[in-house]
């Protein structure tokens, strides 16, 4: 089974603070993705990326950033962290052609 | 841009099936995905079907597609509190990366 292993299930930082969330999986997927989920505006796609160091946007990038340095781990940064960034985040992992995404269990964030 | 539709809420009593729908417009889509998400969690893959298929079944999960429409579902038989959840039906058109819909809220009632 594929598992994909997000570092915190809950995390509270302060405004400006430079937050870390961590994904690892062990699939040995090229793909790896993040969303943020918030409600009644489903899944929202920051960024992903199809290989090692290789990084696309997504729908709303802004004050994220990410890195992929090992094929296995793909890391979400807030830069300096804004109330407005207070949600779910999602990451997920899929192999090649139309292999479906994996999920890990989420992690909570809240900003105060 | 692609699209995916969903209803926000559906509600059963337990023991009753549960058809919750999806349609989308992506008419290249490939592969189409059911993930249920319990409170607080991650997104968990039910089932998938391939576009050539009408039907899947696994156990108590019947997805049916209906490509002509594009309109896909996923019934629930005997419908227990267990999977009172959110459900998310999600396309795979030509891009790898796929188009979710916003998710149904599965409250199963005694």
């Known amino acids: 089974d594929v598992k994909v292993t997000q570092s915190s299930r809950y995390l509270v930082k302060r405004t400006g603070e430079k937050v870390f969330l961590e994904c690892v999986q062990d699939?040995?997927?090229?793909?790896m993705f993040w969303y943020r989920q918030d409600p009644g505006l489903g899944l929202r796609l920051i960024y992903f990326?199809?290989?090692?160091?290789?990084?696309e946007k997504g729908d709303i990038p802004e004050g994220y950033s990410v890195s992929r340095e090992k094929k296995e781990r793909f890391s979400l940064i807030l830069e300096s962290a804004s109330t407005n960034q207070t949600s779910m985040y999602l990451c997920a992992s899929k192999g090649t052609g139309n292999q479906p995404q994996h999920f890990g269990d989420g992690t909570r964030l809240s900003i105060l | 841009g692609e699209d995916v539709e969903q209803s926000l809420f559906l509600s059963v009593r337990e023991g009753d099936s549960s058809v919750i729908n999806c349609t989308y417009t992506d008419s290249s889509s490939t592969y189409l995905y059911w993930y249920k998400q319990e409170p607080g969690a991650g997104l968990q893959l039910l089932t998938y079907?391939?576009?050539?298929?009408d039907m899947k079944q696994d156990q108590r999960l019947t997805v049916l597609l209906n490509k002509k429409d594009k309109h896909l579902s996923l019934r629930i038989a005997d419908t227990q509190t267990g999977d009172s959840a959110i459900y998310f039906c999600?396309?795979?058109?030509?891009?790898?990366?796929?188009?979710f819909g916003r998710g149904t809220s599965l409250i199963v009632h005694p």
């Open positions: 079907i391939f576009s050539n298929m």
């Open positions: 999600a396309e795979n058109g030509g891009s790898y990366i796929p188009t």
């Open positions: 699939m040995d997927h090229e793909n």
């Open positions: 990326s199809y290989d090692v160091k290789m990084k």
